[in-house]
């Protein structure tokens, strides 16, 4: 079954990409994804730390971004985020998951990237999904270009595309 082209699919992240190259990967995989879904890129501003920030610090920083992230996350919609304790799946398992929640009514998904420091315990309560790409770690501006990476190639795999092999 191929997912309903009019679902939407938006990446919530803390931040903004600070390097061209980031972006220009970024933009590629947003105007790719433009076949299969209708996309949204939302930015929420990153709280300012100190260099070495106190726990109280850390703590503050988590919850205030947290509630950027939830403010912005459309009503109905199922909620993915990315965290390092979430579950792995691999491409196919997670274009899968993707095609459930479309056949099961979903009309919008949201992935939600937190800052450096992780996300608050808030928005990973919201979420349907806690998903890790890996155990390895990552910078986020390359993880976020993997997680669009990945949702094309999840649009892909469920399209029987040629660009997963």
């Known amino acids: 079954m191929v997912v ?4 939407n699919i938006t990446l919530l992240c803390v931040g903004k990409l600070k390097e061209r190259y980031w972006r220009d990967a970024c933009e590629e995989y947003e105007k790719r994804l433009g076949a299969f879904c209708k996309f949204r890129l939302v930015e929420v501003a990153e709280e300012r730390l100190p260099d ?15 509630e950027r ?7 109905d919609s199922a909620v993915i985020a990315l965290c390092i304790e979430g579950k792995e799946m691999d ?3 997670l274009a899968e998951y993707i095609e459930r929640l479309a056949v099961d009514g979903t009309s919008h998904i949201v992935f939600i990237i937190g800052g450096s420091w992780g996300l608050s315990d808030t928005v990973k ?3 349907r999904l806690r998903f890790s790409m890996s155990k390895l770690t990552f910078p986020h501006q390359l993880a976020r270009v993997m997680l ?3 949702i094309y190639r999840a649009f892909q795999i469920n399209k029987n595309g040629k660009y997963h092999k």
Do not use: D, F, V
């Not at 070495?52 to 947290?66: F, K, L, V, Y």
């Open 125 to 127: 309560g919201r979420a």
């Open 4 to 7: 309903n082209p009019m679902l």
């Open 52 to 66: 070495n920030p106190s726990a109280a610090q850390i703590a503050a920083t988590i919850e205030a971004e947290g």
């Open 91 to 93: 491409s196919p398992a």
């Open 69 to 75: 992230l939830i403010a912005q996350i459309p009503k």
């Open 148 to 150: 669009l990476e990945q």
